[in-house]
């Protein structure tokens, strides 16, 4: 798949059993290995279920965007939505292993599951998510 898959989700209930469906597609066809595959949808089921409970939900023209595509060895992904996000450095240092509130829990676990993650401002009213997994047998899974 190297050409990018793009969806823009409505701001809906039904839109988080319709993603992770999806996202259960792309992880079996991102990676034959299960507990990657577990890793990606988990990872791209708490970046949109964040999207969905933290974003801008009053805007009519907004939606949550993803974005994915992959070789032979990375898969990358993006969740884009509106709203305002957060510092990026509010993350570093912590772990799953920790004691933490629910709240912020799905961000702790991306950043642990992820080989790569990014939080960074869209466009001064857009948030995104830019993920990265390194689908070699040699990655460390």
Known sequence: ?????????P???ISLKIADEIFDVIA????PDAKKRHHILTVLSEAFNNAYIHGDK???DGGIEFEAHFDENKFYASIINRGKGFADSKMKGYSVDT???ESGRGLKIIKEL???V???QVDGNRFGIFLEFNLSSESGY
């Open 118 to 120: 990014d939080f960074k």
């Open 99 to 101: 004691d933490i509130a």
């Open 11 to 13: 701001v809906s209930e």
């Open 28 to 31: 079996r066809i991102a990676t």
């Open 58 to 60: 009053v805007l009519s």
């Open 1 to 9: 798949m190297n050409q990018p898959v793009r969806i823009v989700f």
């Open 114 to 116: 992820s080989d790569r």
